[in-house]
């Protein structure tokens, strides 16, 4: 009796510990994604990982990466191995990966409860994005067909980034003494008007402070003139529309959307059609 008992609880304890234990090499998740490291220095390699729990056929996996400040900065399209695994190099740094801080990487596989995210840490890049694009007495801007032109004393004038959210030119100087700026802005790249699609005014900020400037309008442009003090690094000019700084990206993420709507709608069709 005693022996039964014993075989009895031995088979008991078996059954729950399978019961709780995860079984070695399965994910328990729908998917997975990692980095190699979990911070990076300009310039470094980025190596993401990943594995899904179910192939689908024929489905390309989705990966976005997304700066702190929540903008995009890549967006890709993976092929899944019948491994059930993917993977892909990106380099820290760049024209869009400039800022310091958490970066969030977003993988999505079919639809979207086949969603999963990993995050890494960047010191941020050593060059300005637009440094490159400074020529002259001109500034080139992602997206923008036409040149930003500029005049500045007392300082030099570094870049000029556009911030879509806040509908910005963020424009960054090196002030060596009390000067101005001088910039003319063709209205493709940006602008300030009413609901009525009349001129309305810029607010203009240096180092944050709201400072006056003047300004003089034509049909195709405006040209503002801004004074800042010794020691200033930033002037934000704000207006209503900004030539948008992710454009071929936004283009990207468009097309990839139509794809799976259509894909999506496709085998919804198929799963509703009656059976003969």
Known sequence: MKAHLSVFALSAIIIASIGVAPVFGQIQDTIVVTTDKSSYSEGDSIMVTGEVKVLLGGEALSLIVKAPNGNIVSVDQLTVGSDKKFSTDLTAGGSLMRSDGTYTIIVQYGSQS???????????????????????????????????????????????????????????????????????????????????????????????????????????????????????????????????????????????????????????????????
């Open 114 to 276: 086949r969603t999963a995210e990993t995050t890494f840490s960047f010191s941020g890049s050593g060059m300005s994005s637009n440094e490159g694009n400074v020529t002259g007495n001109t500034v080139s801007i992602d997206g923008a067909d036409e040149l930003i032109s500029y005049k500045i004393t007392g300082g030099k004038l570094i870049n000029i980034i556009p911030d879509v959210d806040a509908k910005s030119l963020i424009v960054t100087i090196e002030a060596t003494s009390d000067g101005s700026l001088t910039i003319t802005i063709p209205r493709s790249v940006a602008d300030a008007l009413d609901n009525d699609g009349k001129d309305d005014v810029y607010f203009v900020l240096v180092d944050g402070e709201e400072v006056d400037f003047d300004e003089t309008k034509t049909s195709t442009s405006r040209t503002l003139t801004i004074q800042f003090p010794a020691g200033a690094e930033e002037i934000e000019i704000i207006g209503t529309f900004v030539v948008p700084e992710f454009g071929t990206i936004a283009v990207m993420i468009l097309a990839v959307a139509i794809i799976s709507i259509i894909a999506i709608s496709a085998r919804s069709r198929l799963s509703i059609m009656p059976k003969y």
